[in-house]
């Protein structure tokens, strides 16, 4: 019996562009040729925010272009956490949020470490002027959601 081919003549389940959507993700997103995530509209405050970011910087900023999730994801990109606030990349992430400069900003919050003082800090990916930023924060840095 031969194996079943999609629409690209690829075996069903190797083709990137036939895969089921991951849960909490849609087929089509947006990008930027600078950025580093990918947002579910040109409307996101994060992606603004990154433009506007660029500009602050003298860098030039591009128009969103409207790709499928695979491009996106084939390029390196991850998910922007405010467009996206119920994908989880793996079964271990847990939302959280994250103080910054004084303001709570949604996270994710992907491993707990205890530092030699004893004291818990976990590993979180959140939105900062438009960037994705991962790093280490201290547990009252955090907070469940």
Known sequence: MA???CVHDLVVGQCTECAPVPR?????VFITQGGSVFHRSTE????????RKARRFGRDT?????VALSVAMADGRG???PCFPDFRPSADTKPCQVLIEGNWVPG?????RRDADRRWSGVVTYIVDGEQVTGVKDQTELRPV
């Open 62 to 66: 591009h128009d969103p272009r409207n």
């Open 24 to 28: 909490g993700l849609t087929a089509r």
């Open 108 to 112: 994710l919050l992907t491993e707990w």
């Open 3 to 5: 194996d079943e081919r």
């Open 44 to 51: 996101c405050e994060a992606l603004r925010d990154g433009q």
């Open 79 to 81: 998910a922007c956490i």
